[in-house]
């Protein structure tokens, strides 16, 4: 595709639920970042990986996080036994280089907004 | 505490005016600052990134300064049209795994 996908764009969980989050990259690109914005706010960064190693998972708010990105393509972020305070939208981005230096462009998908009930 | 601060955190402005955003930054060490712009419902998209060195970058109506000693940024809308409405993020980003502080955004509303 043209850009970066991710589905569901919408996702209604009951507290407790697990839910899984599917972003695709676009073709070819090393890096893969995960974002959490609440309502109002900027996003915040969750984690990253370079191809199919996650390099950093510091902002991964609880260990009922958990981001996969097995071939290095397809990136999945499950939240398991959600929580009122897991609502917001996710963010996914990628860019075509890898590495420590953080010249190169990102590219957004529009989101999954997550409502936890 | 967020290390990028941006003000105003909302702003109206008349079609065809004029406007400046403003992003302070206690981000270190610095790598690049980027201006992202965020429609309603949508990804953020990239406006301008500048390094160390850069005090200026434009992109079409669009033009961002950066001063890296004061750690101060703007970006300023000329011509101001009603697709501008939106909020516009400033990030900075460090010499990371590729990790950025993202701002909270300032909210633009362009009326007729």
């Known amino acids: 595709g043209a850009g970066v996908s991710q589905s569901p764009r919408y996702k209604v969980a009951k507290r407790g639920q697990d839910v899984a989050l599917r972003c695709d990259p676009i073709s070819g690109h090393v890096s893969l970042f995960w974002y959490q914005q609440a309502l109002g706010q900027g996003p915040e960064f969750l984690t990253y990986?370079?191809?199919?190693?996650?390099?950093?998972k510091s902002g991964l708010p609880s260990d009922r996080f958990f981001a996969e990105r097995p071939e290095g393509s397809v990136s999945t972020l499950k939240i398991q036994r959600t929580q009122q305070e897991d609502s917001a939208v996710y963010l996914c981005a990628s860019s075509l280089v890898g590495g420590r230096l953080t010249h190169y462009e990102q590219y957004f998908g529009p989101g999954t907004r997550l409502t936890v009930t | 505490k967020n290390q990028v601060e941006q003000s105003p955190q909302s702003l109206i402005i008349l079609e065809g005016k004029n406007c400046t955003l403003q992003?302070?930054?206690?981000?270190?060490?610095?790598?690049?600052l980027r201006w992202y712009k965020q429609d309603t419902g949508r990804g953020p998209v990239s406006l301008t990134i500048m390094t160390f060195s850069e005090n200026t970058k434009s992109n079409g109506r669009y033009t961002a300064t950066l001063d890296a000693d004061t750690k101060q940024s703007s970006l300023h809308i000329t011509a101001s049209q009603l697709s501008d409405s939106a909020s516009y993020i400033c990030?900075?980003?460090?010499?990371?795994?590729?990790?950025?502080?993202f701002g909270a955004g300032t909210q633009v509303v362009v009326t007729p």
């Open positions: 990986f370079q191809n199919e190693a996650q390099l950093d």
């Open positions: 990030v900075v980003a460090t010499d990371s795994w590729g990790k950025f502080q």
């Open positions: 992003c302070n930054y206690t981000v270190s060490p610095f790598s690049n």
